[in-house]
């Protein structure tokens, strides 16, 4: 049985000359990086956070035991952070961490069926779920919030609202839908 990781936070660089480094935190609280116990990059390295600060931008400057120096943290920039999923705490009633959602049959709120869950984006203006239908390039819908309708993990099924026509040219949920040009 395989570990399930997932990622925290990506080093963006260096902060000063101590071996600081600034973190972008994929976490809901930039201080809750450290709460984890270690977190290991994806270049194998095992770190134990310790959260200095969050600057203005919401980075967490952090510092860990090995790296001491700017050269060490430079060498760090661009590493992923993860933890072991067992190692977070379960979330509360109507909560998921996006890594549990990821592959779940996604339904609008009349039962059509829009695809299985890729990937969760936020690019500044709030959720995106990115949906791959049976066929076609994958779509992307609002997601979070009032949107959400239901999620039923037993079933491995959620349901969304949809905003009118967004899908309309799309072939979701259209058998005989054909790619068409013009």
């Keep these: 049985m395989s570990v399930c990781k997932l990622p925290i936070g990506a080093i963006v660089g260096p902060q000063g000359i101590r071996g600081h480094f600034k973190v972008k935190p994929f976490t809901a609280a930039p201080k809750s990086l450290s709460a984890y116990g270690p977190v290991t990059t994806d270049r194998g390295?095992?770190?134990?956070?310790?959260?200095?600060?969050?600057?203005?931008?919401?980075?967490?400057?952090?510092r860990t035991e090995g790296v001491e120096t700017r050269d060490a943290a430079e060498a760090l920039r661009g590493a992923t952070l993860y933890v072991i999923r067992d190692s977070l705490p379960e979330p509360d009633e109507g909560e998921f961490y996006h890594a549990d959602l990821l592959g779940i049959a996604v339904k609008g709120q009349d039962g059509a069926e829009l695809g299985n869950l890729v990937a969760i984006h936020d690019f500044g203006a709030g959720e995106i779920a990115e949906l791959a239908p049976r066929k076609g390039p994958t779509i992307m819908v609002p997601f979070g919030g009032d949107r959400i309708v239901t999620v039923d993990m037993a079933a491995k099924e959620l349901r969304l609202v949809v905003p009118d026509g967004l899908l309309d040219d799309t072939n979701v949920g259209d058998e005989t839908n054909v790619d068409k040009i013009g």
């Design 45 to 62: 390295q095992q770190l134990l956070l310790q959260i200095m600060s969050v600057n203005a931008n919401g980075l967490a400057i952090v």
